[in-house]
């Protein structure tokens, strides 16, 4: 329990750096510079020889250690996450306002649990774009609210809340004059550069509560974005773990995306060019001819790590009556007839071998048939490079809320599966 511990605090503070994808990539390159990484551009040649190395694309980052020994056929075992959340992301002419509040023009990004995010104190974070073309990554600290209307000018809220996304969802930051106020000014403050001279930005909103662990024995973990926040960070843990011991096999590659949640369609989600450039460079610094190129994608193996569901207690009947996972009963390996998710037989064996190897408990998911799962990154990135895929996780309860719940254990064991799958 007291590794789990470690581990879920780690989290916390990962989850705390990283309110946006931006800073999640950002955060996660500067921790394996520190862990002995090179930060490479893609702008720029790549280093032929064996080590360890990291990219960042916008809000994705892939990370890969060579071997000693690599050839140009060596395989590549990929694990695969995303680094965005459901949220809300600022609009054109952001400021806005009436009767003396003022208010932030945002649009929902992604599917999240609307009532989950009224009334908490949120900030704003992302990048702002200069005219010169440099990124600043900016995070405002507590600034924003949803408040919600009060039971006594609503009577009958608790019989149903209807949250419209135009009307109501609407945040308020300060008080003034709209005409007046200038949003966009306040985070060109926050990110040290001229407002006169920002060009673009990509800014959403993050809750600002700090992780927490509760429960009679200390064994739930309460934070936002850990969909999926918690599967890059048990990437990273153990990538670093293989950094200090990896000597041989396949070449070890995090791959973390963005844009899942609105369906990966981008320059750095699953279903761009990301991960496919990154590979074929490092084939062709082995060496590699399209021949050995192609069999080196034959020896390779990905697992799609994204959180899942967990039984619901007050729920059950939305879950499938045979298959319910727990927290803490160890990570999920995720199963869908209609290829949502891509587990086979051959992955389901590798994943069993790997868990017993490494000593983790593991637990099958399967949706209600009445009730249609989401995807991953997993499909796309099978569909796209033919490599064997898998979709694991660990079980989450307020999936999509602005602040989710899972099982201190599950993140850990998630952790330890990976590092097994990095040692081969």
Known sequence: MSDALAHVNDLGEYVAASPSSFHAARAAADRLAAAGFTEVAEDQDWPAA?????????????????????????????????????TFKLKPSPTTGKFGWLQAGVEVYGGPLLNSWLDRELELAGRLVTLDGVEHLVATGP??????????????????????????????????????????????????????????????AADTQPARVFGADGEFFASGRLDNLSSVHAGLRALEAAAESKTGGAIAVLAAFDHEEVGSGSRSGAAGPFLEDVLA?????????????????????????????????????????????????????????NQRYTTDAPGAAYWAGLCRRAGVPYQEFVSNNSIPCGSTIGPLTATRLGIRTIDVGIPLLSMHSAREMAGVNDPFQLSRAAEAFFAR
């Open 50 to 86: 064996p080590g360890r190395y990291v990219v960042v694309r916008d809000g994705a980052f892939i990370a890969w250690i060579v071997p000693e020994g690599a050839e140009p056929g060596t395989g590549f075992n990929i694990f695969g996450t995303h680094t965005d959340s459901p």
């Open 143 to 204: 600034l924003l609210r949803f408040p919600q209307l009060a039971i006594h000018l609503d009577r009958a809220v608790n019989e149903g809340l209807k949250l419209d996304k135009q009307q109501h969802m609407n945040p308020v930051w300060g008080l003034g004059d709209p005409s007046t106020a200038d949003l966009l000014g306040l985070l060109a403050a926050k990110a040290g550069v001229d407002r006169e001279e920002i060009g673009g930005y990509d800014v959403v």
């Open 281 to 337: 460079r490092i084939s062709a610094g082995l060496g590699a001819d399209a021949m050995q190129a192609q069999r080196a994608f034959a020896a390779s193996f990905c697992i799609s790590a994204d959180a899942g569901h967990a039984v619901h207690p007050n729920y059950a009947e939305r879950h499938d009556p045979a298959n319910r996972p727990v927290l803490n009963g160890g990570p999920l390996l995720k199963i869908n007839a």
